[in-house]
């Protein structure tokens, strides 16, 4: 992997904040969600720090687009 791919790697994760703030959540939202697994949003655990990529978040408001008025 060169030192360019691991840059733009990292370019594509976001905080927790800037995921909320991705998603119209709170942050707060987000973290009830990681810790009862409500919904299946992959995320990044880097110590502390949680990390959310891009496209992770794209592909999964993609699975819940819906056609019809159906919630199910």
Not at 49 to 70: F, H, M, P, Q, S
């Amino acid at each position: 992997m060169s030192i360019q791919s691991i840059i733009e790697a990292g370019r594509d994760l976001l905080d927790e904040k800037e995921a909320a703030q991705f998603l119209d959540n709170s942050p707060g939202t987000l973290s009830v969600w990681r810790s009862t697994g409500r919904y299946n949003l992959p995320f990044i655990k880097i110590g502390r720090n949680v990390r959310y990529r891009r496209a992770d978040l794209i592909a999964w408001l993609e699975k819940r687009t819906r056609e019809t008025g159906a919630t199910a």
